[in-house]
Each structure stands twice: as structure tokens, then as C-alpha cells.
């Protein structure tokens, strides 16, 4: 089955929508969209799909997959549950952000070096039955600049976290919020609590 779980419009109207797939030949090849897709082939049994229609005529943009190939517990699944469209006027900063989950242990995490995002955090995937992950996406052409997850550490499969709500504002800046599950009664204490450093 396929899910589209979110959508938003940028500032002249393109709608931009995410969610996932457990299809292999969702519609994300070259023919169907403007631009080629940054990933062309399904890599897990489940992933995150993401795309942009042009306001004008409808037309798919670009869309493309994501995700990774290895689960040592389950299949592996990668989800986009939700998007953000950054809306500013800084040229540099002209992209849409996506949260959701993954098991996969060889999810691709990636900062691009000539990017905004080039210093960004980057953590690969290290413990947990899922990780939140965060994506950058040009809304340009729907290439990726930077990617993260985050969640536990260590080779212990005690919870799970997962991305349900990103915004972000006229400056660039992002928020993320999502849930957190424990499994075997656990108890979560290895979350990484950030706290924002007032100007």
C-alpha cells in the first residue's frame, strides 16, 4: 500500500507532499516528473516517498524514495510522516524538511559540504527498534542535503522514536516534535534533551 500523510504549498503555490510506500515502482522515475529523482529504486520493503507537483498545471516536479536496505530485527521500513516548506526570502535556504521513522541500520545519513548544511549534526543510525530522521530537499530539483536520525544508543532494542510534526520558520530555523515507545517495560533514559540557548 502507499500512504500520503502530509502536504504543504510553498509561497507561489507548488504543493509538496510525503508519506511511504511498499511499492517498488511507485511513480518516482524519469518520465513521469520534471526532474530525475534523487533516489530512483526502492531500497527497504518500506519508504519514505516524497514529492512536488508544479501549482500551474499539476505536474509532478520530482519525486523521489528514501530510506535504507538493512533490518537485522524486522523488514526494513523507513517513513515520512511529516514536511515543512521553508517559505523566506534566503536563496540559500530554499528547501523542504522531512520527519518520520526508520529501522534501517544503513539509513543514509549526509550533510553536502558545498550546502547550508555542510556543519550541520549527523548521527547514523545506533540502537533502537526505529529512529526519527530528519531530511533536507531542495525544492528545486528534490536532491538531498542533509539527513539525521536520532534516538537510542547502543545495541539494545529497548524504544522506538518517531518524527510526527516538523515546522520550520523565515529564518531557517527547525523544530521537530514526535513520540517516543518502550518496549519490555523499559524505562527511557538515554534521550537527548537540547536546550536552546536564549539570544
Known sequence: GDELESVEVDEVGDVYTCGSSWSENFPVNPGTNIHEPF????PGECNAVIMKFQASDK???WATYYGGYEDDTWLPKTKAAKLAVYKGANTNLQYVF?????SCQDFDVYRDPLSPYASAHQDSFDGGTARMW????KKYDGQRDWATTHGEEGETRTWGEHGLAIDVNAS??????GMLEAYQNADIIDFEVVTPTLL
Open 134 to 137: 530528519i531530511g533536507a530537499f
Open 172 to 177: 531557517g530555523r527547525l523544530a521537530v516534535g
Open 59 to 61: 505536474r509532478l516536479v
Open 98 to 102: 522531512v520527519t518520520g521513522s526508520t
Open 39 to 42: 533516489l530512483d529504486l526502492a
